[in-house]
């Protein structure tokens, strides 16, 4: 008996809470809101409490997306290739300061990369595709490639593919970083 209370306890504070979010269900500023605690909050002045439903989505926890542009040219990043599901990966790290390697970067042509990344800091952190996005149906090779680490103090996490026109156009703009043509 007591599961089963359990059991509809739960389900009626989870349609609550659903009913609570859904649009047009906001507490207006001179009415009480449920505090955390579950008890009524409300304030003297008419400004709604803190923990009042507002209809403002709260801000993504990832970090802004890079634009398009000039970057400070600064990254620690690490660069994986695969060039085929089965093949051995090279594995290599990139470290530019003001657009110039540092001596650790292990990259094939780390000048070049820091270039590319101090002229487009966003071509590690692409825009999501749009769906209705048309994109070749070409084949560019099974080359894979991931990026992980840190451009201009933003993270970075990358994969990159060959699998259609539009993957092919991303592998094209960071080449340079990922010191690989790939199969184009």
Not at 84 to 89: E, H, Q, R, V
Not at 118 to 131: D, E, F
Not at 138 to 146: C, F, K, L, R, S
Not at 164 to 172: F, P, Q, S, V
């Amino acid at each position: 008996m007591r599961k089963q209370l359990s059991h509809a306890a739960l389900v009626l504070m989870a349609v609550a809470g659903l009913a609570a979010c859904s649009p047009g269900t906001t507490p207006s500023p001179s009415t009480t809101a449920t505090g955390p605690t579950g008890g009524t909050t409300s304030s003297p002045t008419g400004t709604p409490s803190p923990d009042t439903e507002t209809k403002t989505p709260a801000p993504s926890p990832s970090a802004a997306p890079v634009t398009s542009g000039p970057g400070q040219g600064n990254a620690e990043l690490a660069i994986m290739v695969k060039p085929s599901a089965t093949g051995t990966p090279s594995n290599f790290t990139l470290v530019c300061v003001d657009g110039v390697p540092a001596a650790e970067s292990q990259h094939p042509d780390a000048a070049a990369a820091c270039t590319a990344l101090k002229g487009n800091a966003a071509i590690l952190s692409p825009a999501p595709r749009p769906k209705d996005q048309a994109c070749t149906m070409q084949y560019g090779g099974p080359q894979e490639a991931t990026v992980t680490g840190v451009v201009d103090g933003r993270p970075v996490e990358t994969n990159f593919t060959l699998r259609d026109g539009c993957e092919i156009a991303l592998w094209n703009a960071a080449k340079d970083v990922l010191g690989s043509t790939g199969g184009v």
